[in-house]
């Protein structure tokens, strides 16, 4: 089952004289469970790519369907549910909310669907047991170190099950050993079934996806799949 | 959405917020502490004055009266034989007055004679002010009997000679305190006196004097015993006639029948003069309005003032959460989900603002109330009132910010720095 399906996707910014074209036509098929690395320099297009995969932003042409929904044509609103039903963000600065409890900001997404108190509360601290800091639920997180904050955020992207994990250069504020068991963990949650898109510009974190997918100049260089071991 | 808990949620979140930014929470508040103080202590301050003034209206029999009074009429050259023929106010007019087809709203009448005699006693003689008084007028005054006995219907229509006095009048004539059943000469006339009036206070401030001071000099005897023996007026004139009327919606009616009634007793002449006591309390208590008025208005100009700073904070402050709001929108929180956040927030700092202004006015209308003597009376209307006006400035001035911070781009939000 195709979870991320792109026909002719572009995406420009400004108009007429200035325009700059990030995205010229990219077609992209990825598979339920799929592990993909995207990869390209600065400029590439794949910021603007990762923005209309995670649906906060719409293409200026071509079709985007998520989990078998057309994205293209949805109000602000639906976007807003359906980012908050399908998707997992994994940010590189983490974006958790300073002043809510570590507990609370794993809970949010679930608030926001409106998932009972109870729920919420259980299922938080389950996903903080599985990311490894159960201990840590009532702290703020800026008493956590770096890869304890990206693991809280990697908590808060599962809690309502995404179909689809995205993670933009997760590793890139972290030292290269943090950065290694943060990347561990995305392969353990892929081996459970999880679909991972990663955004990086370095093709050593790359390498941890099974397939990659370069960028260059708003269109798709190199679409790489390795064979399964 | 889950709607209570998501309130809950909201409510908690936004308690923190305001936690964590005391100075900034402080300042979006000020506005409306100011304005919740000025219409609170302006409302009590009026409210204690006015409570006040009804104070003395009920310690002198109520404010429900039609007063009729003689006035002097203006004679060009000599009298004519209808001026002449006019014997004025008298005890006819307050008995037809009664009689009168509206004067079913009438519940009490009161009749009064002034005269100046010497009077004399064992202790004590002096020239002083004498009340011929009849029907309910202890009653309509405020009087109370505190020794002895009041008039009878009798002493009223035969016009016995007895006298109750006033406290002072009491303790100047009779400076032993064996007053009841003494003697004492008015004018001419040997009376007896059968009754002591309570003494009478009241100051409007502290430390100030006793306003009613006048009230406890009165030597009240039946006004025919002042028209018979003392002036020799078959006539029975009178000085002041006095209708209680409850029911105020009544009054305008009976006063115009009483009003064509007394004219047609006085010979066509216009030599009286009606005093609506309660229309007369109204016009005081307009001023009232006035200040409420005033007060609620400089309330509402400081809620606009605080509104508008109100305003440019929120909109400064969402500056340094642009990202928070891009992260929540990222993680699925719809536009309206924040404009909610964004109005609970505001919604909240006004109330915690609204229970500042209340003790802020408070003790501004007690330190006012103090300082001019009068007891602080606190109209629960006014906290309405103010709370609700600091509420509808509130929610406006809370759109704006709340309406721009929902309306971002999630993207550029996220990107923000």
């Known amino acids: 089952m195709k979870i991320i399906e792109t026909r002719g996707l572009t995406k420009v910014y400004g108009s007429n004289g200035n325009a700059v074209h990030a995205l010229r036509g990219i077609d992209l098929d990825v598979e339920s469970g799929e592990f993909v690395a995207l990869i390209g320099p ?84 389950e996903l903080l047991e599985q990311v490894g800091i159960p201990q840590k639920a009532n702290t703020l997180p800026g008493e956590l170190s770096g890869g304890q904050r990206q693991r809280v955020a990697i908590a808060r992207a599962l809690a309502n099950r995404p179909a689809l994990l995205l993670a933009d250069e997760p590793t890139g504020a972290l030292d290269s050993k943090t950065g290694q068991e943060v990347l561990a963990l995305f392969r353990e949650l892929h081996t459970q079934g999880n679909t991972v898109v990663l955004v990086t510009h370095d093709p050593a974190i790359a390498a941890t996806a099974e397939r990659r997918v370069e960028l260059y100049d708003g269109l798709i260089l190199h679409d790489f799949m390795e064979k399964a071991a | 959405m889950n709607t209570s808990g998501a309130f809950r949620e909201r409510l908690g979140e936004a308690w923190t917020e305001i936690r964590e930014n005391p100075g900034r929470s402080f300042l979006q508040a000020l506005g409306v502490m100011l304005g919740v103080a000025s219409v609170l202590g302006g409302f009590s301050i009026s409210d204690s004055q006015r409570q006040q003034s009804e104070r003395i209206f009920a310690r002198i029999g109520g404010i429900d009266k039609l007063n009729v009074l003689p006035t002097d009429t203006v004679y060009q050259g000599t009298p004519s034989a209808l001026h002449t023929a006019n014997l004025g106010l008298r005890l006819d007019d307050a008995v037809e007055g009664g ?36 029907a309910d007028y202890v009653a309509m005054n405020g009087y109370e009997i505190e020794q002895g006995r009041d008039f009878s219907s009798h002493d009223y229509a035969t016009g016995a000679p007895v006298a109750v006095l006033g406290s002072e009048a009491a303790s100047v004539f009779f400076p032993t305190g ?24 009241f100051r409007f401030r502290e430390g100030q004097q006793n306003i009613f001071a006048w009230r406890n000099r009165i030597l ?22 006095t209708f209680r009327v409850p029911d105020l919606a009544a009054m305008a009616d009976f006063s115009r029948e009483l009003t064509s009634l007394v004219t047609a007793n006085h010979r066509l002449q216009n030599d009286f003069r009606l005093d609506d006591v309660g229309k007369r309390m109204e016009r005081q208590r307009s001023q009232g309005d006035v200040y409420n008025v005033i007060f609620m208005l400089s309330g509402v100009l400081a809620l606009i003032g605080g509104g508008m700073v109100n305003v ?25 989900e924040i404009f909610k956040t964004f109005m609970t927030e505001a919604l909240l700092l006004t109330l915690l603002g609204s229970a500042a202004g209340f003790v802020i006015g408070i003790i501004f209308s007690w330190v006012i109330t103090k300082s001019i003597g009068v007891p602080l009376s606190l109209a629960p209307m006014s906290f309405l009132w103010a709370t609700l006006l600091a509420l509808v400035f509130g929610f406006l001035f809370a759109l704006y910010p709340a309406a721009k911070a929902s309306r971002q781009s999630p993207m550029e939000a996220l990107r923000y720095e």
């Open chain 2, 178 to 201: 064996e007053i009841v059943g003494k003697s004492l000469r008015v004018g001419e006339v040997p009376v007896t006196v059968i009754g002591v009036f309570r003494d009478k206070s």
């Open chain 2, 99 to 134: 009689q009168v087809a509206t004067a079913k709203a009438v519940n009490a009448t009161s009749v009064m004679k002034q005269a100046r005699a010497r009077v004399r006693s064992e202790f004590s003689d002096q020239e002083r002010d004498v009340s011929g008084i009849g």
């Open chain 2, 220 to 241: 009240a005897v039946p006004s025919l015993l002042v028209a018979a023996r003392m002036e020799g007026d078959q006539y029975h004139r009178l000085d002041k006639v």
């Open chain 2, 312 to 336: 440019n904070v929120q909109l400064a402050s969402l500056k340094e959460r642009v990202r928070e709001v891009g992260v929540k929108m990222a993680i699925g929180a719809p536009g309206r």
């Open chain 1, 42 to 125: 600065s400029g590439s297009g794949k910021s603007t790519l990762m923005a209309i995969l995670g649906c906060l932003d719409t293409p200026s042409g071509g079709g985007y369907a998520l989990d078998g929904r057309q994205v293209e044509k949805l109000s602000g609103s639906d976007l807003a549910a359906l980012r908050n039903e399908k998707i997992g963000f994994v940010f590189q600065q983490y974006n958790l909310l300073p002043k809510a409890t570590i507990l609370r900001n794993v809970e949010l997404p679930m608030l926001y669907a409106g998932v009972p108190r109870k729920e919420r509360r259980q299922r938080a601290l």
